[in-house]
């Protein structure tokens, strides 16, 4: 089983509607949750992070973390065109454990 | 303010060839870390320092070395390139190790190996 989990994607929506980013992780002691932007041919950016149960709001993006389902997504509202990229998920475990990366959702925002 | 640089941007090596990846960051962070990103198999771990003074294997670091040269660079050897160490490499820093602080990732390197 890999340790965090994305769909591939592509998942298309049309522009001013919400994505909806889903990642589950398989160790149940972890303790950070990150999401990060890579657009084609650039490297990743940080756009949200979440330790505590429930949503976390930035803007047009919400984080949402369910540490019993071991699961964590990333909303974006009134998606637009310049949203569209590829989105990681990224996991660290408790204490002095690593940072796991999911393999990315690629998200297409449809004008 | 730079933040991650990484030389160089682009490299074609021949089987058996050698090269160093060079890293600087100008955050004072203290953790380092080497990734190599392939389709479909997302950042995977190659080598991290989680500060000046100690480096430590990730989880693909056969075939890779590393120096954490000081705080600021944390440099990556290949010393007999293979073609599946084709791939692009991502350098990355963040301020400490043992607590969740966000990565800053350099531009990459897009490395091709025939």
């Known amino acids: 089983q890999k340790e965090v989990e994305q769909n591939s994607g592509p998942l298309s929506v049309p522009e001013g509607a919400i994505a909806s980013l889903n990642c589950t992780y398989s160790?149940?002691?972890?303790?950070?949750f990150f999401w990060y932007r890579q657009y084609s041919g650039k490297s990743p950016e940080l756009i949200m992070f979440?330790?505590?149960?429930g949503d976390k709001e930035d803007g047009r993006f919400t984080a949402q973390l369910n540490k019993a389902s071991q699961y964590v997504s990333l909303l974006i509202r009134d998606s637009q065109p310049s949203d569209s990229a590829t989105y990681l998920c990224a996991v660290k475990g408790g204490g002095y454990q690593k940072v796991t990366f999911g393999t990315g959702t690629k998200l297409q925002v449809i004008p | 303010n730079a933040g991650v640089t990484q030389t160089p941007k682009f490299q074609v090596l021949k089987t058996g060839q050698s090269m160093t990846l060079q890293c600087a960051q100008d955050m004072n962070h203290n953790s380092m870390y080497w990734y190599r990103q392939d389709p479909g198999m997302g950042l995977r771990l190659i080598y991290y320092s989680a500060s000046e003074g100690t480096t430590d294997k990730g989880e693909v670091p056969n075939g890779y070395n590393v120096s954490r040269l000081n705080k600021r660079e944390f440099s990556l050897r290949l010393e007999s390139a293979a073609p599946s160490q084709t791939s692009v490499y991502f350098c990355?820093?963040?301020?400490?190790?043992?607590?969740?602080?966000?990565?800053?990732f350099g531009p990459g390197t897009r490395l091709t190996v025939t």
């Open positions: 979440i330790y505590s149960n």
């Open positions: 160790d149940r002691g972890s303790q950070s």
């Open positions: 990355a820093s963040s301020e400490a190790w043992a607590s969740g602080y966000e990565q800053y």
